[in-house]
């Protein structure tokens, strides 16, 4: 069997990164920018500092900061005339998934102009020429989309997430300088810790993991696990590690694949705007034990990455406990939802989320098939 790693041309980490910003734009001797970013970032200091630095760059900029938390079809529409219009020779991304995605989808139709709908984006893409380069600088709240080629886009008119898979979109250079989660962006690291976690997990037990892969699945569980309650609290250097984990996380599942929760999370995202973490929290225990029986002794590895006390002698059944009970334990220790009624999912709404959900992509790599009424019954579980 092969199997293939897509990554970034060029990635920079650690604090004061940023300033590599003006050094890749005059390596490229680019001269026109597009910077998109989302309506959080767009009110911060970042945005000003990223347009203090294009302007003794002399780089003309344009900045398109429509995405809300949630990337619409109707962003990458007038985000990809906006990009048409000013004639974008690269796009800087900066802020959250939203930003970082919307980048993705709006360089990678710039380029391939026989690309005329958005929601042809979904699923695998296949188009002949390289995405408009990308320049990421992530917020914490990006959980690692920076690293990975597949990006979500939410078809409201339908009330679903389009799932697309686009190697040719993958961000050329990604900036991950811890110092751009500044406090005054509220971000919600419980959450973000928890949507890590879950990348990492499914990753790791993705029917196309492979080794490499797994290397970064259990080194991103292990940093998350004695990083994120710190990162909560506001730590800086807890922050840094989050936002490395968060890398290697997405890098893993864009390489292996994810799996049921993550399918069922972007259900419920593109019905309720639930926070992606929330929902995984409550769903991932569900599925690990849906998935146990066919785990092999991978669970065993997760959960002494996620700090269980594990027994040389112990039977598949007690590390499979351990890592589900692991999982648990930190979902409450962040104080994430109990329940998705505490969230507004309602009981009527689970047949359209289960359809959404056994369409999405995330399922091809599950470790093992669910039925739509598999489904259901992990969504009424948690209800």
């Given at each position: 069997?092969?199997?293939?790693?897509?990554?970034?041309?060029?990635?920079?980490?650690?604090?004061?990164?940023?300033?590599?910003?003006?050094?890749?734009?005059?390596?490229?001797?680019?001269?026109?920018?597009?910077?998109?970013?989302?309506?959080?970032?767009?009110?911060?200091?970042?945005?000003?500092?990223?347009?203090?630095?294009?302007?003794?760059?002399?780089?003309?900029y344009q900045i398109y900061d429509r995405p809300g938390i949630n990337l619409t079809v109707q962003n990458v529409k007038s985000g990809l005339d906006t990009a048409a219009i000013f004639k974008a020779e690269c796009i800087i991304a900066i802020g959250g998934k939203s930003a970082i995605n919307a980048a993705k989808a709006i360089s990678l139709m710039y380029s391939n102009p026989e690309i005329k709908d958005v929601k042809k984006l979904e699923g695998e893409v296949s188009c002949k020429n390289k995405a408009l380069p990308v320049i990421a600088l992530p917020v914490a709240s990006s959980c690692g989309t920076e690293a990975s080629y597949t990006f979500t886009i939410n078809d409201d008119s339908n009330n679903k997430n389009l799932y697309c898979m686009a190697p040719l979109s993958i961000p050329s250079t990604v900036i991950v300088d811890y110092e751009l989660s500044q406090k005054d962006l509220a971000l919600d690291f419980a959450s973000i810790g928890m949507e890590t976690l879950c990348y990492a997990i499914e990753s790791y037990i993705s029917k196309n993991s492979f080794k490499l892969t797994d290397v970064y699945s259990l080194e991103a569980i292990k940093t998350i696990i004695e990083n994120i309650k710190e990162a909560v609290k506001g730590d800086k250097e807890a922050i840094e590690k989050v936002m490395n984990a968060n890398y290697m996380a997405s890098l893993a599942s864009s390489n292996s694949g994810l799996g049921l929760a993550s399918a069922m999370s972007e259900a419920l995202s593109a019905n309720y705007d639930i926070p992606f973490g929330s929902s995984c929290g409550l769903l991932l225990p569900g599925v690990l034990q849906f998935y146990a029986v066919s785990s092999g002794d991978k669970y065993k590895e997760i959960a002494l990455a996620l700090g269980a006390k594990v027994s040389s002698k112990a039977s598949s059944s007690d590390y499979r406990k351990s890592c589900i009970s692991a999982v648990e334990k930190i979902a409450k220790e962040l104080k994430l939802p109990k329940k998705l009624g505490d969230l507004g999912v309602q009981k009527k709404d689970l047949d359209v989320l289960s359809d959404n959900a056994v369409q999405n992509l995330c399922t091809k790599d599950s470790l093992k098939d669910a039925s739509k009424k598999k489904i259901t019954d992990l969504y009424k579980a948690v209800l």
């Open positions: 069997m092969s199997n293939r790693l897509i990554l970034n041309d060029t990635a920079y980490f650690g604090a004061g990164t940023l300033k590599k910003l003006s050094s890749e734009l005059k390596e490229r001797a680019f001269t026109r920018v597009l910077v998109v970013t989302d309506s959080v970032v767009a009110q911060s200091k970042i945005i000003l500092k990223i347009a203090k630095l294009l302007a003794q760059s002399r780089i003309v």
